[in-house]
């Protein structure tokens, strides 16, 4: 591993590409009302500031086990338990989360680092057992001894420019290191391209 991380695979969601109003994107931005887009840079920068939790999805369509790491699961909704993701089109992981009916959403702590290293490394076998998983019940694949996993059902799909965004419905979970009220619980946070630990030494009120 090299000291600086790798990116998590996704992002929140896929930067533009830079759009000229003299192209046909530019047209299309020009018709809808707007008159100029940010450039895919200019849209990069808000977000290095932005920082995400970290989570790793898996899935197995029927081919194979697939696995990445992601910064973009957000809860929806309680009732029903909702929460969406995004995935880039470029993630080797693209086209079995397309085809997949449930995922398992793995929701990390420092702890897990490893985890979040090994879902964002490209060109590796993430199920090589140097991180221990086995399959639910149901099929899923889930990783070992991580804070969190919820198994979910993909409810809906949505083309976002060069992401796909997925809808699910939480279904099953299981819950190792719950944080009390207040508690940072040593979360894993991916800012400005590196892992964070959040911590007392962190905490402003």
């Known amino acids: 591993m090299t000291s600086s991380p790798p990116a998590p695979i996704d992002a929140p969601f896929a930067a533009p590409e830079p759009t000229d109003a003299r192209d046909g994107r530019g047209a299309d931005l020009a018709a809808a009302g707007f008159a100029s887009s940010l450039s895919a840079d200019e849209f990069k920068a808000l977000f290095r500031g932005h920082p995400g939790g970290v989570a790793v999805i898996t899935a197995d369509a029927g081919d194979g086990p697939v696995a990445l790491t992601a910064t973009s699961v957000s809860s929806v909704s309680a009732e029903p338990p909702l929460l969406i993701f995004s995935v880039s089109s470029q993630s080797s992981s693209a086209a079995v989360l397309a085809a997949a009916e449930t995922v398992v959403v793995h929701l990390l702590d420092a702890n897990d680092l490893d985890l979040a290293r090994l ?87």
């Not at 991180?131 to 993909?154: I, K, N, Q």
């Not at 400005?192 to 030494?201: C, I, S, V, Y």
């Open 119 to 205: 879902g964002a490394t490209s060109g590796v076998d993430r199920f090589d057992g140097s991180r221990p998983w086995s399959r639910l019940v149901t099929g899923e694949p889930v990783y070992h001894d991580v804070r969190a996993w919820v198994r979910c059902a993909v409810i809906e799909r949505m083309d976002a420019g060069g992401s796909t965004v997925f809808a699910a419905h939480a279904l099953q979970s299981q819950l190792e290191r719950d944080v009390a009220v207040g508690d940072h619980g040593d979360a894993l946070v991916y800012h400005n391209r590196t892992w964070h630990r959040l911590g007392d030494h962190s905490r402003l009120s």
